[in-house]
């Protein structure tokens, strides 16, 4: 123990000091140490810490760039000592000496300062003027307004206008070109205000962000293009397809025939006037008459249009002159107008009231006024004009109105009400305008209106009345119902009866009961007694009785010859007391209906006859003519036979009365109808008319 190792020691002692000089070493790297660069925010405040030194004990530090805005405070810690802004230094450079004993080291710190949005954007100009003409395209560009923002971000931009908000657009929210967005028309529009805001955010940012906004006014103003033509005043105007057209009706005047008006003639509504329809260019007009003044009645001021009489005219009429008015340089544009001018004879008398105040009683709308004075009589309103004085002074041409109202109306004289107005008593003025020549005349007018109960003036006493009358109509009505139906159910009896004849005339259409049957026609029998009531109804005027008498069976050789050429059925003959009791028996059964009739019918139960003006000559029916014996007779009578020769003649006619056979054929057809002509009979008893139809 008491010897050591000397290897030993010198270990020990090495390795001591290599501890010194690594704790030496460390202290140094410690020493004057610090993060770089740094940052910090602008719009700082004064004494902000930048950064901290890391030092060792003894160490001190001072910034060799004095110049700059910062400082060392509590030995080591960086402060600020301004407010920095991004937008004048974006970084600086701090230079810093460590100083420890003997020795010191140089070190640099860089700064950086943060940009922070704090600048809000800025326009050019507070107002801007810009001009754009009338029916520009759409999209057209009407200029471009940039806003500016230190900060150096994105601007969004929004545009707005109150008086027309969709004239105008933006090209982008970040692209501040405005566009037009549809065509303005000068006469409509002369000015739009446009308010154009930019922000620094985007439109839809969260409202906790910090924005700025800035904003400007853009003033366009519409500039007129020549695009339409001259517009005669007072005119009408119109809009078609964005067209706007203004119509005129034309101007009138009237002028004295044989007499020259001095001076510039009166028209209406007004003088010849027109004005450019592109009002903000209002190009000066000129005026002409184109047509209707061949006779060189009149003249025009091209400056004016005012016309003027070069010498009377001695025609009556309407004279229309054709105006043309065209812009003084651009003349491709014009417009044209009539001008009628009427030639009157001159007139001597103004129309005139027959009274100078009326008055009338209105109780309802579209009643008829009332003469106040008598309520029974309507108020007539009428003038007179002296120069019709041959007609009793009535004018065709006088029309009235009532001035300053349109609540009431004059047609033909007589004043109605057109509105419902409360009771009161209204005072007005009439007005008669010969339109002939545009004299007036005026009388006062006063009208009390009233109220005559409801339902057009009638009232619970006029209601009653006319109820009462209703029911008294209405019950005799009734009266007469009851006695038709008294009448008709008293006439039944009347319809059993043909109702029986009916039947009977049935039982004649049977054949089987009628072949072989002869009968006498009563019909041609000429008596004296009968020739009252006969008429002109045969041929060559032969008058034939239109009596019918119950038909009588006729023997003779013919209706032999008729029953060999029949069936086998049995031939009845009556006698002319059997033939009326038959038909008094039948009159239960049957409707018996005449013989003889003046027109051919096929209907069941007529027998038809026919004469000489009714045979159609291409029938195919055998016709046999009556001859026209009783001609000869009427000669005779003229020639006044005595009364012998007449009863003889009268006798003779009852033996040869004319006979009407029937054949076996169907009776009711009307075919085989036979005649007996009592002519004949002294030369052939055998000879016979004979119809086969």
């Known amino acids: 123990m008491d010897s050591i190792d000397p290897y030993l020691s010198v270990g020990k002692l090495f390795i001591c000091l290599l501890l010194v000089l690594l704790q030496a070493s460390n202290a140094a790297s410690q020493s004057c140490s610090f993060n770089s660069p740094v940052q910090l925010q602008e719009n700082n405040n004064v004494g902000d810490v930048v950064t901290t030194i890391s030092i060792t004990p003894g160490e001190t530090i001072i910034i060799t760039n004095t110049e700059m805005p910062f400082d060392i405070i509590n030995g080591n810690q960086l402060i600020a000592t301004k407010v920095l802004d991004y937008e004048e230094t974006q970084n600086y450079a701090v230079g810093i000496r460590c100083t420890l004993g003997s020795g010191s080291i140089s070190k640099t710190i860089v700064v950086i300062v943060q940009n922070v949005n704090d600048n809000a954007p800025v326009f050019g100009k507070d107002l801007y003027q810009q001009d754009v003409k009338e029916l520009s395209d759409i999209n057209s560009v009407v200029g471009q307004f940039s806003a500016t923002d230190l900060d150096g971000t994105v601007l969004y931009y929004t545009l707005t206008s109150e008086s027309e908000p969709d004239a105008f657009k933006l090209t982008s929210q970040s692209n501040p070109e405005i566009l037009v967005n549809r065509p303005l028309d000068y006469d409509e529009v002369k000015e739009v205000r446009l308010i154009l805001e930019a922000q620094d955010t985007p439109l839809a940012s969260p409202p906790e962000a910090p924005s700025f906004t800035a904003t400007t006014t853009i003033m366009i103003s519409i500039i007129d293009i020549d695009n339409r033509p001259p517009w005669f005043e007072p005119c009408s105007r119109q809009t078609i397809n964005e067209a706007v057209i203004c119509q005129n009706t034309g101007y009138t005047g009237n002028i004295n025939l044989n007499e020259q008006e001095t001076g510039v003639l009166p028209l209406n509504p007004g003088p010849v006037y027109a004005i450019d329809g592109d009002v903000g260019i209002n190009e000066a007009i000129t005026y002409s008459i184109i047509s209707g003044n061949e006779d060189e009645l009149f003249q025009m001021n091209a400056n004016t249009g005012n016309i003027t009489m070069k010498k009377p005219t001695d025609v009556v009429g309407e004279i229309v002159l054709t105006v043309l008015a065209a812009q003084s340089k651009n003349t491709h544009q014009f417009a044209t107008t009539t001008v009628t001018i009427r030639v009157l004879v001159k007139s001597l008398h103004a129309p005139e009231f027959q009274k100078p105040q009326y008055e009338g009683l209105i ?33 065709p041409n006088i029309t009235y109105s009532v001035k300053g109202s349109s609540d009431f109306v004059i047609i033909g004289g007589y004043l109605f009400l057109t509105k419902d107005l409360p009771e009161s008593s209204v005072s007005l003025q009439v007005v008669a305008t010969d339109t002939s020549n545009d004299e007036t005349a005026t009388a006062a007018l006063r009208v009390e209106l009233t109220s005559m109960g409801p339902a057009g003036g009638f009232g619970i006493v006029d209601m009653a009345a006319l109820g009462a009358t209703l029911g008294v109509l209405l019950f005799l009505c009734v009266l007469v119902i009851g006695l038709l139906v008294y009448r008709i159910r008293r006439g039944n009896t009347a319809w059993k009866k043909i109702q029986e004849a009916s039947m009977f005339r049935s039982s004649l259409g049977q054949a089987n009961q009628k072949e072989g049957i002869q009968y006498t026609n009563e019909a041609f029998q000429n008596n004296d007694d009968d020739r009252s009531s006969t008429g002109s109804g045969g041929p060559q005027g032969r008058s034939v009785s239109t009596s019918w008498h119950p038909p009588k069976p006729v023997e003779n050789s013919h209706s032999e010859e008729m029953s060999q050429s029949s069936s086998a059925q049995p031939r009845t003959r009556f006698s002319d007391n059997a033939s009326d009791s ?112």
Do not use: C
Request: charged content about 40%; hydrophobic content about 25%.
């Open 582 to 693: 038959g038909s008094d028996r039948a009159d239960n059964e049957k409707e018996v209906k005449p013989i003889l009739t003046k027109e051919r019918r096929v209907e069941e139960g007529y027998k038809s006859v026919w004469f000489k003006e009714d045979i159609d000559p291409n029938a195919k029916e055998e016709v046999v003519i009556i001859p026209e014996n009783r001609n000869e007779h009427s000669d005779d009578e003229d020639e006044g036979p005595s009364s012998d020769s007449r009863e003889d003649e009268d006798n003779h006619l009852q033996r040869k009365s004319p006979k009407v056979l029937f054949a076996e054929t169907d009776l009711d057809s009307g075919l085989g109808v036979k005649f007996d002509d009592p002519a004949d009979d002294s030369e052939d008893d055998d000879d016979k008319l004979d119809f086969h139809l």
């Open 363 to 395: 109780t309802s709308v579209g009643s008829m006024a009332l003469d106040l004075t008598n309520k029974d009589q309507p108020l007539h309103i009428i003038a007179t004009d002296e120069d019709y004085i041959g007609a009793g002074g009535i004018n």
